[in-house]
């Protein structure tokens, strides 16, 4: 089955700094790659997505990219503010129209932006 | 905007007793999914649902676990006999067709005691 790893699983960067959070995955059926911000108590929020025909895609300060050779893929934060603060998680699907497959989930990574 | 809906939002229970989380997909959504998360830990797996039959189980979805689409809008879980590890936040969501994003509900919070 799908396994995907993530790193680091905590990173504290100044106010301003980007952040840069990476997985990899194992298994080349997935084709959907989320990443979701988790507040203390709270449902994961999807924050940005990326498919496997798309190798970088940008949401002002939130960008992913994706090696599908290399499988892996990153996200990128930039002129991090301390509202960005909390645990971030990668996931891996293979989405299928005939399966509702399912998502795996990296480790988490808890991110601290100093004021 | 549509939401995924849960309740309760947190179930104490005693070892040993059966519960039933319930979950309000997103109306045209095809695709069914619960997840659970230990305190502290990552989002895992449980369960994924499509076409009135399971799709995919994990290790984790044993015997005391079931799953059922009673209806057109609802989605339970059930834990037959409940232990203590299963204590943790679950997790309803759903999803339409194609590579689309799935929608989590807010969670239910279960505590085995």
């Known amino acids: 089955g799908e396994n995907v790893e993530q790193h680091p699983s905590t990173l504290s960067v100044q106010e301003g700094d980007s952040a840069v959070i990476k997985c990899t995955y194992s298994?080349?059926?997935?084709?959907?790659f989320p990443w979701y911000k988790q507040e203390l108590g709270k449902r994961p929020q999807l924050i940005i997505d990326i498919r496997s025909n798309v190798g970088e895609k940008k949401d002002q300060r939130i960008a992913v990219t994706l090696n599908k050779t290399a499988k892996h893929f990153s996200l990128h934060i930039t002129e991090t503010q301390p509202e960005d603060s909390a645990v971030y998680f990668c996931?891996?699907?293979?989405?299928?129209?005939?399966?509702?497959?399912?998502?795996?989930f990296g480790d988490g990574t808890t991110l601290t932006v100093k004021p | 905007e549509p939401e995924v809906t849960q309740t309760p939002s947190h179930q104490v229970t005693q070892m040993g007793q059966e519960v039933i989380l319930r979950c309000v997909p997103i109306s045209n959504h095809l695709y069914f999914y619960w997840y659970r998360q230990i305190l502290g830990q990552k989002v895992e797996f449980l369960v994924s649902?499509?076409?009135?039959?399971?799709?995919?189980k994990s290790e984790i979805f044993d015997d005391q676990f079931s799953v059922e689409r009673p209806d057109g809008s609802n989605f339970t879980l059930k834990i037959r006999s409940t232990k203590l590890e299963d204590s943790a936040m679950y997790f309803c969501?759903?999803?339409?067709?194609?590579?689309?994003?799935?929608?989590f509900g807010p969670g239910t919070r279960l505590t085995v005691l």
């Open positions: 298994d080349s059926a997935s084709n959907y």
């Open positions: 996931a891996a699907s293979p989405w299928l129209n005939t399966n509702a497959g399912k998502s795996t």
């Open positions: 649902f499509y076409n009135n039959e399971i799709s995919e």
């Open positions: 969501a759903s999803r339409g067709g194609g590579l689309n994003e799935q929608f």
